[in-house]
């Protein structure tokens, strides 16, 4: 992260109670969860902590404005997720990408 741009806070941000994709947004429209919430958090997070049965890389790269921005922000990442894995995510975990 550059130094003259200032991280996100969490407080500058107007969060619903609940995300779930079956909800609409105040406007009408259906929630998009990951340009509502997940780009957002991650934006605004420095630890990011995932508990799944079923875990896939594709879903940080779903989100990779806002991890990209977690990443620059020195964010640390920790996974516990079930066994079936690609060779390249365990790869990627092990080293730290």
């Not at 741009?5 to 969060?15: A, T, V």
């Not at 109670?17 to 420095?46: H, K, Q």
Request: proline share 4%; hydrophobic share 35%.
């Amino acid at each position: 992260m550059t130094k003259n741009k200032k991280q996100p806070r969490f407080q500058e941000h107007s969060w619903q109670i609940s995300y779930l994709s079956s909800t609409a947004r105040v406007d009408g429209s259906p929630t998009d969860i990951l340009e509502d919430f997940y780009i957002p958090v991650l934006s605004r997070a420095v630890t990011y902590d995932r508990v799944a049965g079923y875990f896939r890389s594709t879903s940080l790269a779903a989100a990779s404005q806002g991890f990209s921005a977690f990443t620059q922000n020195s964010g640390k990442a920790r996974l516990i997720v079930g066994a079936d894995m690609y060779p390249e995510d365990v790869q990627a975990a092990l080293q730290g990408i």
